[in-house]
């Protein structure tokens, strides 16, 4: 079946840093890829998302490129802030007529400044 | 343009109880979908509802039960609660089956 696994947290930088949190898929066909934002106490914000194959996700800074090769989808930031910290989850949409999605299971990260 | 919104916010019952979150979805959207998320867990898909009809279920039992209603906002309810029921409850509306989805805040349940 469709699983969706990321890296274990959480994640811990400091401001400014680099920030990459990987995300690997399990799926039949050709899902469209999803990163969503929780903060604290709140629901999910949708951060960035790729439809297809080799295509860039990018919103606020942070990106993510489908690859179909390696069945990944990882996010990066160049430059984290304070403001960053949040869980992120890294999802699928299944091609099933509901187009359920399919989360793993959250990366904590926090930035200190 | 109104988001998705859920009610109440925060709810404690008992073990054994039943309860009742609500939905109202983003105007101009015919589905929702309904999540539970464990503490420190991902969402989990429970079901969902289009046009007021159960349109796929998660692996969960019978007693996850839910209604959407002519102007498409939802309820789920949960009868027979249990411990491992605390979590929260996510809501998500898009404007047709397969199509984006935008969630709800959420309503955090807690079983005792």
């Known amino acids: 079946g469709n699983s969706v696994t990321q890296m274990e947290g959480p994640v811990t930088l400091s401001e400014e840093a680099f920030l990459t949190i990987n995300c690997t898929y399990t799926a039949t066909g050709y899902p469209s890829l999803f990163w969503y934002v929780q903060y604290p106490g709140e629901g999910l914000q949708l951060l960035l998302k790729?439809?297809?194959?080799?295509d860039k996700g990018s919103n606020k800074g942070f990106e993510a490129t489908y690859r179909k090769e390696t069945t990944s989808f990882h996010l990066e930031k160049g430059s984290v802030q304070v403001s960053d910290s949040a869980v992120y989850f890294c999802a699928l949409r299944s091609l099933g007529n509901t187009g359920k999605l399919i989360f793993g299971q959250g990366t904590t990260l926090q930035v200190k400044p | 343009e109104t988001g998705v919104t859920q009610s109440p916010t925060h709810l404690i019952k008992t073990r054994g109880q039943q309860v009742t979150l609500r939905c109202s979805s983003q105007?101009?959207?015919?589905?929702v979908s309904w999540y539970q998320q464990a503490l420190g867990q991902g969402p989990q898909f429970i079901f969902q509802y289009y046009r007021e009809e159960e349109n796929g279920r998660g692996n969960f039992p019978p007693r996850f039960s839910g209604l959407q209603f002519p102007n498409y906002s939802s309820e789920l309810n949960v009868n027979a609660l249990e411990l491992d029921d605390s979590a929260l409850y996510l809501c998500?509306?898009?404007?047709?089956?397969?199509?984006?989805?935008?969630f709800g805040p959420g309503t955090r349940l807690t079983v005792t």
């Open positions: 105007s101009g959207h015919n589905t």
């Open positions: 998500a509306s898009s404007f047709n089956r397969g199509h984006e989805q935008y």
């Open positions: 790729a439809t297809k194959a080799d």
